[in-house]
T-cell receptor, first 110, second 114 residues
Framework: GEDVEQSLFLSVREGDSSVINCTYT??????LYWYKQEPGAGLQLLTY?????DMKQDQRLTVLLNKKDKHLSLRIADTQTGDSAIYFC??????????FGKGTKLSVKP | SAVISQKPSRDICQRGTSLTIQCQVD?????MFWYRQQPGQSLTLIAT?????????ESGFVIDKFPISRPNLTFSTLTVSNMSPEDSSIYLC???????????FGSGTRLTVV
């Protein structure tokens, strides 16, 4: 089954770019996802990428997919304090559910 | 995408009691899931809620402890039975609708068992 790994913490300064990395094991995942969770809140879908794509850009967000290395990254340009949150990478499991990484806590310093 | 109303948003319960969490969707959805997020942890799938039949549980989760109902394509409940402090977590429902690319999540139920 799918297994998803990501680094636990990232700290950046306001205005810098943030890059959050993720690796996965199941190359059959059709879609890969990035979710954002702010303190005390549910999960918000940020973006997704289809497995036949290498890159997807959506405003300040850029997703890169390296299928050979099974590596996914999320780049946030011009990071703001409002971007402070936990970011989860997820792939699709055998039941049609999502399988999540442990989450990367992004801290943005002014 | 679908809009989910999940209730209650939080509760403090006595050990040994049960709590039922409701998930109402504003449109018919193909798949509904229940997840648990323990403090500081990632999300773990409890079960897939199947319309009109028994839920499909993940390893480590059993029907007697987490009974689930899904009477139609827009509604599901999860009950946390005979609660202990170890059940203190956030419980989230999630749906996937045909034609959607992403999965939508409810706002979660923050459960504290004392």
């Amino acid at each position: 089954g799918e297994d998803v790994e990501q680094s636990l913490f990232l700290s950046v300064r306001e205005g810098d770019s943030s890059v959050i990395n993720c690796t996965y094991t199941d190359s059959s995942s059709t879609y890969l996802y990035w979710y954002k969770q702010e303190p005390g809140a549910g999960l918000q879908l940020l973006t997704y990428i289809f497995s036949n794509m290498d890159m997807k850009q959506d405003q300040r967000l850029t997703v890169l997919l390296n299928k050979k290395d099974k590596h996914l990254s999320l780049r946030i340009a011009d990071t703001q304090t409002g971007d402070s949150a936990i970011y989860f990478c997820a792939g699709r499991g055998s039941q049609g559910n999502l399988i999540f990484g442990k989450g990367t806590k992004l801290s943005v310093k002014p | 995408s679908a809009v989910i109303s999940q209730k209650p948003s939080r509760d403090i319960c006595q050990r040994g009691t049960s709590l039922t969490i409701q998930c109402q969707v504003d449109s018919q959805v193909t798949m509904m899931f229940w997840y648990r997020q323990q403090p500081g942890q990632s999300l773990t799938l409890i079960a897939t809620a199947n319309q009109g039949s028994e839920a499909t549980y993940e390893s480590g989760f059993v029907i007697d402890k987490f009974p689930i109902s899904r009477p139609n394509l827009t509604f599901s409940t999860l009950t946390v039975s005979n609660m202990s402090p170890e059940d203190s977590s956030i419980y989230l429902c999630s749906v996937w609708a045909s034609g959607d690319y992403g999965y939508t999540f409810g706002s979660g139920t923050r459960l504290t068992v004392v």
